[in-house]
């Protein structure tokens, strides 16, 4: 297709915020792929649209209105995403197998920060080192958990107003309602966030020494089969989860003796280092009949300086790793 002015002006204009609306979409919805599928709706309906588009608002607030009301069209018809922590009491048992989840669970989904975050902004010395620290903290696994339990229209005031700073009257334009219904709405989105969200830990940013020291005791611990390497890495209150099943774990001594399990023997695993959610994470591969190391999912690190208090394992394999550009075999 040959591109005309219109198109051309088009795409300069609103290519520029992709990384953010992606960003955005996935706060609303838990899930990378949903969120991509609903930023290329947002760009159709946009281009569409351009023609009639007056300037009336910016043309970020303008994107932001149609993607925010394409992700709650996608809400309307399907609950929360959620994480094992999130469906019962921690396991007692780590010598059982773990309870499958079952039909009809919506788990959340990791997202790389190299989809979200700028690489050239993470790099630059002239990039704002708080906004980076911001926008980590904003895509944070506890949070985006926490951000579905609020009503879809919750969540999108509260994004809109704590997380991107719009104002309360641009809010309000976006989801043609008023300033008041924004802010009673805001005001019970954070009454029911303070009821669900777990207290808070202290996290450290993934490019900090000390994450980067316990990462690598985490990657050393699976490839070297040094369950010593993950004791001295884990806190006494780690937690660790399976995305795909039920089962999770509390306590250190407890997460040993399940990772004495699946830790197998030295060279088993392979694992790359990569950030996910704004946290520090490793691509998993593990050594099939083949000879081969497979790609087996991501397991994402919530770290203090203290130590590791949670490790999330999303199993999805060659096509999860591939989002991080990742290949399928090692």
């Known amino acids: 297709m040959v591109m005309t002015g219109q198109s051309g002006e088009f795409a300069e204009l609103t290519e520029p915020f992709r990384r953010e609306l992606l ?18 709706e947002t760009y159709l309906r946009a ?10 608002s910016s043309l970020r607030a303008w994107l932001y209105r149609i993607a925010t009301n394409a992700c709650l069209t996608a809400l309307e018809q399907r609950g929360r ?18 309870v499958p989840a079952g039909s009809g669970v919506a788990w959340l989904e990791p997202i790389p920060d190299a989809l979200v975050i700028s690489a050239s902004a993470s790099a630059s010395a002239s990039a704002d080192p708080a906004a980076i620290v911001a926008a980590r903290e904003s895509l944070r696994l506890a949070l985006i958990a926490s951000l579905q339990y609020l009503l879809p229209r919750q ?6 107003r704590e997380v991107l700073g719009f104002p309360a009257a641009e809010v309000a334009t976006m989801l043609g309602t008023s300033p008041v219904a924004v802010k009673s709405t805001l005001q019970r989105a954070r009454a029911r966030l303070e009821e669900v969200a777990p207290a808070p830990d202290r996290v450290i940013e993934p490019t900090e020494p000390r994450a980067r020291e316990l990462l690598a005791q985490y990657i050393a611990g699976f490839e070297n089969s040094d369950i ?6 884990l806190r006494t209150d780690a937690a660790i989860e399976m ?5 999770w774990f509390s306590g250190r001594a407890t997460c040993l003796r399940y990772l004495a399990h699946v830790i197998g023997s030295p060279g088993d695993w ?37 130590g590791i ?22």
């Open 23 to 40: 960003a955005h979409c996935y706060r609303l919805l838990g899930s990378a792929d949903e969120a991509e599928d609903l930023v290329q």
């Open 47 to 56: 281009w569409r649209s351009y023609g009639t588009f007056e300037g009336r």
């Open 81 to 98: 995403r959620a994480l094992p922590s999130g469906l019962g009491s921690p396991a007692g048992d780590p010598d059982s197998p773990p």
């Open 155 to 160: 969540r999108a005031v509260l994004v809109l």
């Open 228 to 233: 010593a390497s993950l004791e001295k890495a």
């Open 243 to 247: 995305i795909g099943s039920r089962t």
């Open 270 to 306: 392979l694992m790359t280092p990569v950030i996910a959610n704004g946290q520090p994470a490793g691509a998993a591969y593990y050594r099939e009949g083949d000879g081969a190391h497979h790609a087996y999912g991501i397991g994402m690190l919530t770290v203090t300086s203290s």
């Open 309 to 330: 208090a949670r490790i999330t394992v999303f199993g999805g394999g060659s096509g999860l790793v591939a989002k991080f550009g990742l290949p399928p075999v090692r």
